[in-house]
């Protein structure tokens, strides 16, 4: 339940900060006072889009926040747990939009994108809107609605993932069946390529190591020349190999030691260095011993070399890639090959898939029509209560032969606003009146078999008046019986059965417009009904009248 809504220069409003309960809550207000600026905030504090226009003229930016108590909430509990946004107590949302449209949103203070709020609000509040009806002259929205009242959503879910499934299915075959009309083409092709790629049968990471030996055996003449030079420079030379100076030098410095021990540690750094240069000759002297100069050895490797680059450049491919590209046509060769039973196997999947599906179909086509029939029955009686005695509300099922994602029939809303008169679609409705009450008659129907407990209903009642109107008041109040019922209205008739109710009031100076809104005591609110019954000008007769309307509402249940 909504529990508190704080609003900063947005719109027209400064300022403002409303403490709400649960039952029936009215808002009034004159025309273009901004009675449904509360609904638009709080329909951007659940994902709605926003710009930069929703800021208060002068401000930096607008900033939203709500409060909600989740005692009876348990859905939005859950969503908050698992996406770790779950705080203490009650739910904190707040949106605040900067001048260049962008917006910053937190969920208990956590920052989080636009999407979690609107998966988040879906769980929070339910709001009808005053031009609601004409989605409803949608066939999808039509069927939505449908699958909402009878809580399918669910049913319709799994459904459509099987259809998914069963159409991939579909699509995985069709294309098995066009491989397999090239099938012979493509084998021979396969074939072929392979026996050149078994021929060559060239291992992974091999030309890497062949491009290697190439290179020292293509300079092993160089390499074994420069290896000798060295080795006579470091060990084999005559008296004048560096180990043989470095060994003098060691013998002579020792014999300083004795005379200044300074020095040892410099005959240390020597004595080192004599061993370094004698490993270092012992592994160039093993390398030029096992240097190979074959060079019917180097032959073989540039032959081997060139064979992988020309089968490479065939296949528009690197050499290092053809291991690769063998294993992929190997893997293609054994699937066609086998291609017959994988048809087999994948037709039978199909089969089974599409079986899966009719009995999902058929599950979700008894829950439609079950509700299909409750929900034509209630809409009826209650289109009797607004004024249109002996209409009739029927929902047509009509089944299809092809599967679709949402089912195996289509839904469509039908009205008869007379008697004797037949069943039309409800896009064909004559007047806009009668649309109006029978989108209302839908609307607080659904929303008893909804099972969150926020509704917000901005100026549904839009078309409607006299005792229709009370009527509608009745049904508002008897939903916020166990509900949380925030009605945006323009008539007396709806106002006065509210259990609160809240004033819209625009004030201006000349150079700047403010709206504030007002929680109305009882003698307030009398005032409030008579300016809506009588405009302006308030006599005793109007006052009294609405003090009446007021006294009856509040005592009914």
């Keep these: 339940m909504l529990i508190q809504l704080c609003i900063r220069d947005f719109a027209i409003v400064e300022q403002l900060e409303l403490e709400l309960a649960g039952g029936m809550t009215a808002v009034t207000g004159e025309t273009g ?39 009876q909430l348990p859905a939005a509990s859950a969503w908050l747990n698992e996406h770790d ?16 449209g962008r917006s910053r949103n937190y969920i208990n203070g956590v920052p989080q994108p636009t999407q979690a709020l609107r998966e988040l609000g879906e ?50 075959l069709r294309a098995l069946r066009q491989a397999s009309g090239e099938r012979d083409a493509r084998l021979d092709i396969l074939r072929y390529h392979l026996r050149e790629l078994v021929a060559l049968d060239l291992a992974e990471g091999e030309v ?31 008296g004048d190999a560096m180990a043989d100076r470095l060994g003098q030098s060691l ?9 200044d021990p ?24 093993g390398y030029v011993s096992d240097l190979d100069l074959d060079p019917d050895n180097l032959a073989r490797i540039e032959q081997r070399l060139a064979a992988a680059l020309q089968l490479a450049r065939k296949h528009r491919t690197a050499p290092e890639e053809l291991p690769a590209l063998r294993a992929r046509f190997e893997t293609e060769l054994d699937r066609l090959e086998h291609s017959e039973t994988r048809l087999d196997e994948l037709q039978q999947a199909v089969t089974a898939a599409r079986a899966v599906y009719q009995e999902q179909a058929d599950r979700l086509s008894e829950r439609r029509t079950a509700a299909a029939r409750e929900l034509g029955e209630r809409v009826s009686g209650a289109l009797a209560e607004l004024g249109m005695p002996g209409g009739r509300f029927h929902i047509a099922l009509e089944r299809q032969d092809q599967p679709a994602p949402g089912g195996l029939e289509t839904v469509e809303f039908q009205v008869s606003a007379n008697p004797g008169q037949p069943l039309r679609p409800l896009a064909k409705v004559a007047s806009g009146g009668e649309l109006s009450r029978i989108s209302l008659a839908i609307q607080v129907i659904t929303a008893r078999a ?9 100026e549904v009642d839009s078309g409607i008046g006299g005792g229709v109107a009370e009527v509608v008041g009745r049904q508002l109040r008897a939903l916020g019986g166990n509900r949380q019922v925030l009605c945006v209205t323009h008539l007396p008739q709806v106002a006065a059965q509210a259990h609160q109710h809240f004033k819209v009031d625009k004030q201006t100076d000349g150079a700047s417009t403010h709206t504030q809104v007002l929680p109305l005591d009882a003698s307030a609110r009398v005032t409030e009904i008579a ?11 109007t006052l009294a009248h609405a003090r009446e309307m007021v006294e009856n509402g509040t005592s009914s249940r």
Aim: aromatic share 4%.
């Design 262 to 285: 300074r020095l040892a540690p410099v005959s240390e750094l020597l004595n080192a260095a004599l061993i370094q240069v004698q490993e270092a000759g012992g592994e160039l002297r």
């Design 531 to 541: 300016r809506m019954l009588g405009g302006l000008e308030l006599t005793a007769s």
């Design 33 to 71: 006072a901004g009675k449904s600026i509360l609904v638009d905030a709080i329909g951007l504090l659940l994902g709605d889009r926003a710009d930069s226009g929703v800021i208060r003229h002068g401000a930096g930016r607008a900033d939203l926040s709500a409060v909600f108590d989740l005692s």
């Design 85 to 100: 946004l779950a705080g203490e107590g009650d739910c904190h949302l707040r949106r605040v939009i900067a001048g260049s």
């Design 251 to 259: 013998r002579e410095l020792d014999t300083l030691s004795r005379l």
């Design 123 to 172: 769980l929070l509040v339910d709001i009808h809107g005053q031009h609601e009806h004409q989605s409803l002259l949608r066939r999808e929205a039509q069927r939505q609605l449908l699958d909402d009242y009878a809580g399918n959503q669910s049913f319709v879910a799994e459904l459509t993932e099987r259809y998914r499934n069963w159409s991939q299915l579909r699509q995985d």
């Design 208 to 238: 890497a190591e062949l491009e290697r030996e190439q290179r020292r055996l293509a300079n092993a003449s160089q390499l074994l020349e420069t290896g000798q030079r060295l080795l006579g420079w470091l060990t084999e030379g005559d």
């Design 450 to 458: 909804a099972r969150i407990p926020t509704l917000i209903f901005d």
